[in-house]
């Protein structure tokens, strides 16, 4: 959820399992707008397209966040490294400055640079190794009413009956089974 002001903000749950994540946008009544599917192992992310049961692949993953880096960090303590291997930022400037509760959660603050881009803080939380709250010159965010349990294994597939999106005929999918 975007908090960089009141009028802006969205709501996404946040699904995570191993080295999955599932981003599920909801518009202002509750219902899912937008779903997207990371495979951080594997640096490649989906985006479902519920209304044409499309999906569009990329191996390239486009995190939502608008500045922030999803991760799943090995060592909560020694988290630079981590970062900077997935922000693709080995220039950048990754600073552990301490820990701090957010939202009742024990968590570690870094202070971060993009080798480009505006400097910012991110919170890891010591149990989950995931980022729970960041900021920057232009985003914001954390989440809240984290709940722990097992996640079910679709949540991280392609539903059947999906067919993957060409971009070469603009609104004609490419009859692909996921």
């Known amino acids: 959820m975007n908090l960089s002001a009141t009028t802006n903000t969205f709501h996404t ?16 009544s509750g219902r899912t707008n937008s779903i997207m599917m990371v495979n951080l192992a594997e640096r490649t992310s989906i985006v479902l397209i519920p209304q044409q049961k499309q999906y569009a692949e990329s191996k390239r993953p486009q995190i939502p966040g608008q500045g922030v880096t999803f991760f ?17 930022a080995e220039k950048g400037k990754c600073k552990k400055v301490g820990r701090e509760s957010v939202n009742g959660r024990d968590a570690v603050k870094y202070e971060v640079t993009p080798g480009q881009g ?17 900021r920057n010159g232009t985003t914001s965010g954390e989440l809240r009413n984290i709940q722990e349990g097992p996640q079910p294994a679709e949540l991280f597939q392609i539903p059947s009956g999906y067919v993957k999106r060409s ?12």
């Open 118 to 134: 505006s400097a910012g803080e991110m919170w890891i939380d010591v149990k989950l190794h995931f980022p729970v709250k960041w």
């Open 13 to 28: 749950k946040v699904f995570s399992t191993k080295d999955k994540l599932r981003f599920q946008g909801e518009d202002r």
């Open 72 to 88: 799943q960090a090995k060592d909560v303590e020694n988290a630079c490294g981590d970062w900077r291997d997935v922000a693709l």
């Open 167 to 178: 971009y070469g005929t603009p609104g004609k999918a490419k009859a692909e089974k996921p």
